[in-house]
Structures are given as C-alpha cells and as structure tokens.
C-alpha cells in the first residue's frame, strides 16, 4: 500500500538561512512525487514533481527537491528563506501499478522568521 | 483564467441535511478528485473520477457519493451528513494525457463545511 511520511509537524528557520522539509514515501511500483504548498485560507498549489530522470528536480519560487531511491525519501529544500515561504507544505505520490490514488502527507508548517 | 471553483466555499447545515457541493474546472480536464483536509491528518481523497461516467473510491468514500455527468463538473453529493464529516473539502484536476499518473494537480479554494 502507497504511504508518505512527513516527520515533521513544524520547521522553523531564519530568513536567509536554508530550509528542509523532509518526506519519505512507501510504493508499490515504480513513484511519482509532488510537493504542494497552501497558504492561509488557500487552495493547494503544485511546486515541483519528480517522474523519473535527474534526482535534483527545481521547482517554483526556487524550491527544489532531491529524490533518494535507497531511502525512499524527496525532501523539499530551498537555499535561501524568505519570509513569504511560511505556509503549510504537503508531499504527495502516486505509482505507476494502473491507479491514480494519491496519498498525501500530513503537512508540514514551515516557519520562516525574520 | 485557468481556475477550479466550488460552491459554496462555507457551508453550515444540520445532521441528516442533503447537501451538494460543486466543484466546475475549465481546463478540459479528464481527471478531477475530491479531498478533505483535517489537522493532522493532511489530505485524504474521497473520490476521483478518470472521465465522463467514471469514478472510483478513494480512501475514505463511506458517507459521500459523486457523480460525474459532464467533464467540467464534478459534485460531491452527502445525503445524510453527519458531524463526523465536518472539514475541509477541496475538489482539484488534472490531465491525463501521456502518463496519466505524472501529471500534477490544480486545486479549487475550498469548502469549509460544518455539521452540526
């Protein structure tokens, strides 16, 4: 059965200072990755994903994640905080075995102080 | 513009009260899905549907129905809601085309219904 584990409820960091929000996942076949990010009172908003290829995959806004395949992990990073990243992030997968459930993380809130 | 859109976006009804909400894409897209969002919990999807006359179980179906007539629309019908469906409902899309499985979604801004 598909599973994705984000560890940790809240990640506070400085403004400037880089940022990690981790996911690990558990599938079947073959994984498909996504990052989202909602902000207060928002929809969710699709940052980045990974299908198959380079392991570094760059997103919007400067984000971008790495897919480990040993560790069945895709942490979301970004080099530089801003402010304006503090929102509730959640990590999503799919498989390739012929069905499209998605399984969602619980979310992370990421605090960005100035 | 590209956009998801429910109806209503707060709701606050009695147990046992049918009610229906819409959820409308104008992106031609054939997948559409419902979740609901509960702290702590992320998001769970209800149901989803692949195209026109096409739906299948998420993960936690019990207490709603869809129905899925034209590729626009996609409503989420609860015919005797309960408190325990209280929360956060959001409806999204996405292509299929290619590797359906690939692609990501667009969400809608939400519903927040409460039973009471």
């Known amino acids: 059965a598909q599973s994705v584990a984000q560890p940790e409820d809240q990640v506070n960091v400085a403004e400037g200072n880089p940022l990690t929000v981790k996911c690990t996942y558990s599938v079947s076949g073959n994984p498909y990755l996504f990052w989202y990010v909602q902000y207060p009172n928002r929809g969710l908003q699709f940052l980045l994903k990974y299908i198959t290829g380079d392991n570094l995959v760059k997103g919007s806004y400067g984000f971008e994640a790495e897919f480990n395949k040993s560790q069945t992990s895709f942490h979301l990073k970004k080099p530089s905080a801003l402010v304006s990243d503090s929102a509730l992030y959640f990590c999503a997968v799919r498989d390739d075995t012929g069905g499209f459930k998605t399984i969602f993380g619980a979310g992370t809130r990421l605090f960005v102080k100035a | 513009e590209a956009q998801v859109t429910q109806n209503p976006r707060y709701l606050i009804t009695v147990t046992g009260k049918k009610l229906t909400v819409t959820c409308s894409q104008n992106m031609n897209h054939e997948y559409m899905s419902w979740y609901r969002q509960d702290p702590g919990l992320g998001l769970r999807q209800i149901y989803y549907s692949m195209n026109v006359e096409v739906t299948d179980k998420g993960d936690v179906p019990e207490g709603y129905k869809v129905s899925r007539k034209e590729k626009r629309n996609f409503p989420l019908i609860l015919e005797s809601p309960s408190p325990n469906q209280t929360s956060l409902y959001f409806c999204?899309?996405?292509?299929?085309?290619?590797?359906?499985?690939?692609?990501?979604?667009?969400f809608g801004p939400g519903t927040r219904l409460t039973v009471t």
């Open positions: 999204a899309s996405s292509s299929t085309s290619g590797r359906a499985e690939a692609h990501e979604q667009y």
